[in-house]
């Protein structure tokens, strides 16, 4: 069965504090691996496709990052606007378009 | 850019009522999909369509129902609304299985609450 567990649950950061977000998956064959923001109250904001492990995509403040088993989503010196819940998901080979959610880590910026 | 639409962003109902949840995206994505979201638990699929008239069920279809009558729009029926519907629905699409950047794109949520 495909997987996807994410950690922390909860990170709390000081502006430009750098950190890393963790999303494990195990998946019969990847596809690709979705990187969403999502804030409160609304639905999932797209940030990054990565299809195969070496992969790298950055986009502002934000570098994700893949290998076979895990994908990182870094945070260069983040700022309090970049706090929300940042979603990880896989989508398998052999899935249709079926994408499995990880749980999320809920990100907070403090000034 | 994308847009999903849904057509309300908070719903109470009573148990026992039917309950009409519309989707409407205006890229022309072939794909349309339904989620629910509660704490916890992530995003779960109750269903997805990948063509007018066509629906297919996902990870917890039990108690749901869905329509696709134009491409556009994609209904997600609650059939007789319970407690334990209570929760956030997510509407989603995307373009073609065979592209590659098959990114799912959603919509703002509707958070409904059954009584």
């Known amino acids: 069965e495909d997987q996807v567990t994410q950690s922390p649950e909860a990170l709390r950061l000081q502006e430009g504090e750098s950190s890393s977000l963790n999303c494990s998956y195990t998946?019969?064959?990847?596809?690709?691996l979705f990187w969403y923001r999502q804030d409160p109250g609304k639905g999932p904001e797209f940030l990054f496709t990565l299809y195969s492990a070496g992969e790298e995509k950055e986009k502002e403040r934000l570098k994700a990052t893949l290998t076979k088993k895990e994908s990182f989503l870094h945070i260069t010196a983040p700022k309090p606007e970049d706090s929300a819940t940042y979603l990880c998901a896989v989508q398998a080979l052999s899935g249709f378009q079926k994408l499995v959610f990880g749980t999320g880590t809920r990100l907070l910026v403090s000034p | 850019d994308v847009k999903v639409t849904q057509s309300s962003r908070y719903l109470v109902k009573r148990t026992g009522e039917k309950v009409f949840l519309e989707c409407v995206q205006d890229m022309d994505h072939e794909n349309m999909f339904w989620y629910r979201q509660d704490p916890g638990l992530g995003l779960r699929l109750i269903y997805f369509?990948?063509?007018?008239?066509?629906?297919e069920k996902g990870d917890i279809p039990e108690g749901y129902s869905v329509s696709r009558e134009k491409k556009e729009r994609f209904s997600l029926i609650l059939e007789s609304a319970s407690t334990n519907q209570t929760s956030m629905y997510l509407c989603?699409?995307?373009?073609?299985?065979?592209?590659?950047?098959?990114?799912?794109?959603f919509g703002p949520g509707t958070r409904l609450t059954v009584t």
């Open positions: 998946v019969s064959g990847l596809r690709g």
């Open positions: 989603a699409s995307s373009p073609p299985d065979w592209d590659r950047d098959n990114e799912q794109y």
């Open positions: 369509s990948y063509d007018v008239k066509m629906k």
